[in-house]
């Protein structure tokens, strides 16, 4: 089967066409991602009107450059999938009323996709992963540990209670007026910095939980900026070195928690841990990450960053795998705002 994929939850207008065959391999056909990078740039911050109305601009030529690319005619899809949360509820809406609109056109079944769903079952497509598996998602929106047990079945294990850590990473570029994204700007300056200089927490490390929170240790980078004040580039370089070196001793250590949870609750599984999001680019945390996993035993998969970045490709995917198993959604499905992946209405309703 061949499901055209849309994504519009943030600031990346993107859609992708993947095959799916009967063994449960997938094929990228296509895949088309605008972003939105340079029109958010002035606000230092994604601006959810914008977005949308960026989304809407753009969406239609990028659907058919998707189709074009892939050779393949819109008619000869077998589904529509749109991500329909969680994400900027008009940019959502944008994309899922779109994917309704050709759906109906076309006569097609259309997947409302869970865009953390989508993120979650890329590595299936990527590597071939059977369930069940551990992922951490971290982006700019997310930080959590999900235990992936099947399609529509998952349950968080942990996640943050304030800020995500790539937006810590934003805020920490932003108030050291670095560029967007702040994420790779922090890292490379981090490179050329001191990571003991600053003394900075480590929050909930030793916490038994799998949560993160991450706004005190923004805040504390903020209060150490204003004491070094005027931060010389070397400052700015020891603050960016000092704040990577404090979460990515966070994420390694709830990674490394997070894995010995895994081994004692599915003592028979070989543990896996799926790395997705923006911040998996980041290549001192990803680093640790190996390290982690190394020392637990378990297996480590990153997919290629640009399906670790949000991408129609990883909609369309998680379309097919709900297809594959009787899935689809009424044209009715609302967009939302909010939709963790352990809602009541993730579970397949067909009962597979
Ligand atoms: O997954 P993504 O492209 O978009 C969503 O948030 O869904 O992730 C973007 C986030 C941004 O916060 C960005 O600063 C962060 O990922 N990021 C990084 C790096 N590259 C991107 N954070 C740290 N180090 C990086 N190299
Ligand atoms: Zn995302």
Request: proline share 5%.
């Amino acid at each position: 089967m061949r499901l055209l994929g849309i994504e519009t939850s943030c600031d990346e207008t993107a859609a992708a066409i993947v095959e799916r065959d009967a063994g449960g391999r997938g094929a990228i056909l296509s895949n088309v991602v605008r972003s939105q990078l340079t029109e958010h740039a002035p606000f230092g911050g994604v601006v959810p009107e914008l977005a949308a109305r960026a989304h809407v601009s753009h969406l239609d030529r990028i659907v058919a450059r998707a189709s074009a690319d892939a050779g393949v005619p819109l008619a000869d899809l077998d589904g529509i999938a749109a991500t329909a949360g969680p994400g900027l509820i008009g940019g959502v809406l944008v994309g899922l009323t779109t994917a309704k609109a050709l759906a109906a056109a076309l006569g097609k079944p259309l997947i409302a996709v869970n865009h953390l769903e989508a993120h979650a079952l890329t590595a299936r497509l990527t590597d071939g992963l059977a369930f069940p598996y551990l992922l951490l998602l971290v982006s700019g929106g997310h930080s959590q540990f999900v235990l992936v047990r099947g399609v529509g079945d998952y349950a968080r294990w942990g996640g943050t209670i304030d800020d995500a850590l790539g937006e810590a990473f934003d805020k920490v570029a932003k108030l050291l007026g670095l560029g967007v994204p702040g994420g790779p700007e922090v890292e490379r300056l981090a490179r050329t910095g001191d990571p003991a200089r600053f003394r900075l927490p480590r929050p909930l490390i030793r916490d038994e939980g799998l949560d993160f929170s991450f706004s005190g240790l923004k805040t504390a980078v903020r209060l150490a900026a204003e004491q070094a004040a005027p931060l010389t580039q070397q400052d700015a370089a020891d603050l960016c070195a000092s704040f990577q070196a404090a979460v990515g001793e966070v994420v390694t250590s709830r990674a490394r928690r997070a894995l010995g949870r895994f081994r004692a609750d599915l003592p028979q599984q070989e543990p896996v841990l799926v790395v997705a999001g923006g911040v998996a680019a980041n290549q001192a945390i990803g680093a640790g990450l190996r390290a982690v996993a190394a020392e637990a035993g378990a297996r480590l998969v990153v997919p290629p960053l640009p399906l670790c970045t949000d991408n129609g490709v990883m909609v369309a995917w998680a379309g097919a795998e709900r297809l594959a198993l009787g899935e689809s959604d009424g044209l009715d499905s609302a967009a939302k705002a909010r939709w963790p992946l352990d809602s009541p209405d993730m579970g397949l309703r067909h009962g597979h």
